[in-house]
């Protein structure tokens, strides 16, 4: 009974998906004329300005042409550091064409330095990708770039789908430097986790999985707000996430990770000025 069900939400989720995905985009489509951006930034931002030109603000990078559309590399750089007077507190990250096109947001505080944040995205079809940057002003910065990619998000999986759940929830967290007190810090948090769509066959089982994946991470830093992201599974299996931080003499930098069948990981690294250790 399990198995029909799924197999029934998938056909209906691919269904609903299909009109729209009848002619993929194009890199010279006007961005702002996809009429599920549109219903998105009328539902999210209703009548507010968002300035298309915000990569003076907040840049996205990703590739052109992506090698594997189940893992894109995309990073989001702010272009200037943050600051109780000035600073960057909350990215949203929309792709057009996936399945579910908003991929989720991104919350940063002056005590992440840099409102900067790398990861691997899934794409399914060619499309126009949104990093849109709000700052404690209230404006909103657009950046947007075209990546040539398809199947990401409906890929055949070929592993075990038990055996993956039972190892989720390896953490891994590391500073990527010498940690300079009130300097901003770049660090990286691994999760094993296979952040499931719900939309790919099983190769070995012929099954379709349920959807699983992440969808909650928090990071702090001597117990203040880093940065938090709520997801969903446009980003790729073993979620990898790199962000900054500013240590301020010793503390400790904490994860708390949260999935979507309620499990919960942490992890914990000691951080003190000039030198880092092992994660505990």
């Not at 000035?86 to 005590?111: M, Q």
């Not at 998000?153 to 075990?160: F, G, I, L, R, Y």
Request: proline share 6%; with cysteine; net charge neutral.
């Amino acid at each position: 009974m399990n198995r029909i069900r799924s197999v029934v939400l998938i056909a209906s989720m691919l269904a609903s998906f299909a009109p729209l995905a009848a002619r993929a985009a194009q890199p010279d489509d006007d961005p702002n004329k996809n009429e599920r951006w549109l219903d998105f930034k009328a539902g999210t931002f209703k009548d507010r300005a968002i300035d298309p030109n915000g990569d003076a603000m907040i840049k996205l990078d990703a590739p052109a042409r992506a090698a594997d559309a189940a893992v894109v590399p995309i990073a989001i750089n702010a272009q200037f550091p943050q600051t109780s007077a000035h600073y960057i507190k909350r990215v949203y990250l929309y792709i057009d064409e996936n399945p579910e096109p908003y991929a989720g947001s991104f919350d940063f505080t002056p005590e992440s330095g840099l409102a900067t944040i790398e990861t691997r995205v899934r794409v399914e079809d060619y499309t126009f990708m949104r990093a849109i940057a709000e700052t404690n002003d209230g404006h909103l910065y657009s950046s947007v770039r075209f990546v040539k990619a398809s199947g990401g998000c409906s890929a055949p999986a070929d592993k075990d789908d038990a055996a993956e759940e039972r190892s989720a929830g390896q953490v891994r967290l590391q500073a990527q430097g010498q940690a300079t007190t009130g300097k901003p810090e770049l660090a990286q948090l691994m999760v094993r986790h296979p952040n499931r769509t719900g939309m790919a066959m099983n190769q070995i089982t012929r099954n379709y999985a349920t959807a699983y994946f992440i969808r909650k991470v928090t990071i702090t830093y001597a117990d203040k707000p880093v940065m938090t992201a709520n997801v969903n599974f446009s980003i790729s299996e073993n979620p990898n996430f790199r962000f900054y931080f500013v240590p301020n003499g010793s503390g400790e930098l904490k994860v708390h990770v949260e999935d979507t069948k309620n499990k919960s990981f942490d992890g914990a690294l000691a951080i003190n000025a000039g030198q880092t250790s092992a994660m505990k």
